[in-house]
């Protein structure tokens, strides 16, 4: 059974960092595109950004560019987020998810973690 457990999320003052771990199990996780997504209260769940299969991203929200970067290591079925500058703004729910083609806004997701908390004040 395809399995992906998201860790890392917090409460932190505006400024910090953090880095979000993703755990990929069930399925061959090379093969598949990966991305983080994130869900704050009352919005639709938006694409944070995507890797490609190789650890090359793809996508990145353009206000989220400068301060997200998002990795992959295949060795360890892992995917993770590094978020620097957190913003109040930025507190939602985040979710990794997986297809086997190009994560890109819209895109179908074929498998999804249960998310984690990411809250950001002061």
């Known amino acids: 059974e395809a399995q992906l457990v998201e860790s890392g999320g917090d409460l932190v003052q505006p400024g910090s960092s953090l880095r979000l771990s993703c755990a990929a199990s069930?399925?061959?996780?090379?093969?598949?595109?990966m991305g983080w997504f994130r869900q704050a209260p009352g919005k639709e769940r938006e694409l944070v950004a995507s890797?490609?299969?190789?650890?090359?991203?793809?996508y990145y929200a353009a206000s989220l560019r400068r301060r997200f970067t998002i990795s992959r290591d295949n060795a360890r079925s892992t995917l993770y987020l590094q978020m620097t500058q957190l913003k109040p703004e930025d507190t939602a729910v985040y979710y990794c998810?997986?297809?086997?083609?190009?994560?890109?806004?819209?895109?179908?997701?074929?498998?999804w973690g249960q998310g984690t908390q990411v809250t950001v004040s002061s």
């Open positions: 069930g399925f061959t996780f090379r093969d598949y595109y």
């Open positions: 998810g997986a297809s086997p083609t190009i994560i890109v806004p819209g895109s179908p997701i074929t498998y």
């Open positions: 890797v490609q299969v190789m650890d090359s991203p793809t």
